[in-house]
């Protein structure tokens, strides 16, 4: 680890291993953009990246002139040679060199201002324990942004491009992830026919009034019962408080059987109030948690003016803490959508007629061998694409609610 600490080192490792990352991600997403194969090599794109992290250290504020000099000629004549032999990046045999071309460029680009990020706080010479840290920081930060970005990226872009193919041309090449441009509308045939012959419209209604109904029964009981916890006295407050989450940490799957039972006995199976009815039960217990945190987080100072002013403890509640916790509340009740919107097991479990199907329910029933794939991943991008842009709408005041009854005060 100490030996890591010389800059001469650290600068080439972190350089080597970014280099080759970013290799991968842009051979990725130029073969999905452009449908033509490229690939990385591993040990180039290491050495490229080693160069540039050993010959573009800067100097720290230490021996200046020390930094480079002939080490960059020295470093750079054998890797510029190295990179006539044998590139980072290849192209396959139907390949277009300017599909090649993009690719070097792009990753050429992210490689050099990358390392020239990561290792900036690095000296040529030995580094201190916070310039090290600060290196292997933003070098694993960098990463996490584009491992995480890829991972939701690519399969979304893949479901998207499906979506907007037809049946022939999904057979002729299923690894194709391009477009035709030239089709205008009909790229959008999919989407028509999922609304006019499998009745995705009532279904994206069913979902949404659903949702809707969860949220407010959620809100219903989860607010009296947080307040309760957060601001009353009484016996076994504690052990309630810490039991709130334990209903919620039993996965659905082990209550799918009896819950299926009960509703079949009861006659709720098929049903949207059944629906209605065992929501609740998995959001609750989330949603009390969370505002309990908040409640306690509000001065109660202004509570007691309240109450000495002559108001009742529901008038209280009414007047003065639910107004001071609209963003616990906005952010408890996107979550909750977001997880009624979502829900599957419970869905596919309980329903079987089609006319009081959900979206998640809708799209299961297209997972069919007499269904052409592109219907299913267009009732997929049907399904994620508004809950996407509500919570990329709403985020702000979702990370408000959520980290504001963090620090009482």
Known sequence: MNALRFGYIAGPLIGALWSFVIAVVVCIAVSFISGEGVRPVLLPSLL??????????????????????????TAAIPALAFLFIATPIVGSGESRQSTVILAWALYAAAAFWGTLVMIRPLPFGRATRHEFEDAVIRFLTGFGYIFFTAIVAIPFYVMVMTSLKNQAELLQNPLDFTIDLSKGWGLFRSYEELFTEFSFGRYMWTSFYVSVITV????????????AVARLRFKGRAAFSRSILLIYMVPMIVLALPIYIAFSMTG?????????????????????????????GLPAEVEDAGLMDGLNRLQVIWKITLPLALPALASVSLYVFMIAWNEFLL????????????????????????????????????????????????????????TAGSVKG
């Not at 990246?49 to 720290?60: K, N, S």
């Not at 709720?268 to 609750?284: A, C, D, K, Q």
């Not at 709403?394 to 959520?402: A, P, Q, V, W, Y």
Request: net charge positive; charged share 10%; glycine share 10%.
């Open 216 to 227: 407010f029964l959620t809100l219903l009981f989860s607010v009296p019962g947080a307040y």
């Open 268 to 296: 709720l199976r098929n049903t949207i109030v059944g629906l209605v009815l065992i929501y609740p039960v998995t959001t609750i217990p989330v949603a009390l948690y969370m505002l309990q945190g908040y409640f306690r």
């Open 347 to 402: 869905a596919f479990m309980l329903l079987d007629d089609p006319s009081i199907f959900t979206l998640t329910r809708g799209i299961a029933s297209l997972d069919s061998s007499e269904i052409p794939r592109q219907h299913l991943m267009a009732g997929s991008v049907i399904a994620t694409v508004p809950i996407m842009v509500l919570f990329l709408g709403l985020e702000r005041f979702m990370t408000k609610g959520l």
């Open 48 to 73: 490229f990246g080693a160069w540039l992290g050993f010959a573009w250290l800067p100097d720290g504020g230490r021996a200046r002139g020390q930094r480079i000099g002939m080490n960059v000629v």
